[in-house]
């Protein structure tokens, strides 16, 4: 088993940043990336970017590259979410997710272990 739990949500203005974590524990030996989903009020959860444990390699959804940058600190067997340029439509609830995936950015249903999520809100 594999828990995850995220920190770091709340609410900043516009054009604002925030830094989102997902502390990791347990049995990760059959995953092989962690990745960020959010989830909005009424829409599908999606993903915002992952990266792969092995290799370090990342991957964005469109919607967010050039703003948001997912890394990882091994020591601490946490990931981050660095959020700049926050925009309302990045309001959300924000999930950690872990999983075996072949490359590119998971689809939730191919995630294995999730979080319980953090609130992020970027008032218009």
């Known amino acids: 088993q594999v828990q995850l739990v995220e920190s770091g949500g709340g609410s900043v203005q516009a054009g604002g940043s925030l830094r989102l974590s997902c502390t990791v524990s347990?049995?990760?030996?059959?995953?092989?990336?962690v990745a960020w989903f959010r989830q909005a009020p009424g829409k599908e959860r999606e993903g915002v970017a992952v990266i792969y444990t092995g290799g370090g390699a990342t991957y964005y959804a469109a919607s967010v590259k050039g703003r948001f940058t997912i890394s990882e600190d091994s020591a601490k067997n946490t990931v981050y979410l660095q959020m700049n340029g926050l925009k309302p439509e990045d309001t959300a609830m924000y999930y950690c997710?872990?999983?075996?995936?072949?490359?590119?950015?998971?689809?939730?249903?191919?995630?294995?272990?999730w979080g319980k999520g953090t609130q992020v809100t970027i008032p218009s």
């Open positions: 347990g049995d990760t030996d059959s995953t092989n990336c």
């Open positions: 997710a872990a999983g075996l995936y072949a490359s590119g950015l998971p689809r939730p249903s191919g995630m294995d272990y």
